[in-house]
């Protein structure tokens, strides 16, 4: 399996952008990059995925290295609703989703 | 209307029980999953049905059993309960199989089995 390799936490200035990095050396070409984000408490939320180009939606954009060993998953503008564990996966049709262990992220206020 | 429901939302019952998870997706997906997240916050998949057909079954204990009525309902049947079955299972809901699909996940059942 391909995996990814995230920072186990950051800590982010309300209203501040947050830049959520992920490393996946071992990505092969039909690879997906997902992001999902876990509040307290709560079911894990889909965020934004991507193959090769940069990608953008209502919640985040997702900005992937030319060389796709890497992305990075961008929150504009942190509020405190954004503190939570957010994942880096690779898809792989046959495995499913598999998580890690993600990143905490604190948001100060 | 809640996408991907679950019910019970909490669980507590003895070894040695049996119980059921009940899961239902609103969202027309063909493809369903149950997650079981652990104290440690670990989140593994344990199956995976597309079409009512079991896709992916992870190496989990035989008690465990995934049933599947029809594509908008998932269940996990549990015998035999042990106390490391406590953690929360949580379900969910993809339009189907492919890399280019977005998991929904329901809220989760706190299972604490005593």
């Known amino acids: 399996d391909a995996k990814t390799t995230q920072p186990n936490s950051m800590e982010s200035n309300e209203e501040e952008p947050v830049h959520l990095p992920c490393n996946h050396s071992?990505?092969?070409?039909?690879?997906?990059i997902h992001w999902y984000r876990q509040l307290p408490s709560q079911g894990p939320e889909y965020v934004i995925h991507g193959l090769t180009s940069n990608v953008n939606n209502r919640m985040a954009s997702l900005a992937i290295a030319e060389d796709r060993k890497s992305s990075t998953l961008i929150l504009h503008r942190a509020t405190l609703r954004d503190a939570a564990v957010y994942y880096c996966i690779l898809r792989d049709s046959r495995l499913g989703m598999r998580f890690g262990a993600g990143t905490r992220l604190t948001v100060k206020p | 209307d809640t996408a991907v429901s679950q019910t019970p939302k909490y669980l507590v019952t003895q070894m040695g029980n049996d119980k059921s998870i009940k899961c239902e997706q609103n969202?027309?997906?063909?493809?369903m999953y149950w997650y079981k997240q652990d104290s440690k916050k670990f989140l593994k998949i344990m199956f995976s049905y597309n079409n009512k057909e079991l896709i992916i079954n992870e190496t989990v204990p035989n008690r465990f059993s995934p049933k599947s009525p029809d594509k908008a309902h998932l269940n996990l049947h549990i015998n035999s309960l042990e106390l490391g079955d406590s953690a929360v299972y949580f379900c969910a809901s993809s339009p189907g199989d492919s890399y280019n699909y977005g998991y929904t996940f329901g809220s989760g059942t706190r299972l604490t089995v005593v």
């Open positions: 071992t990505i092969s070409g039909t690879d997906y």
């Open positions: 969202l027309g997906h063909d493809t």
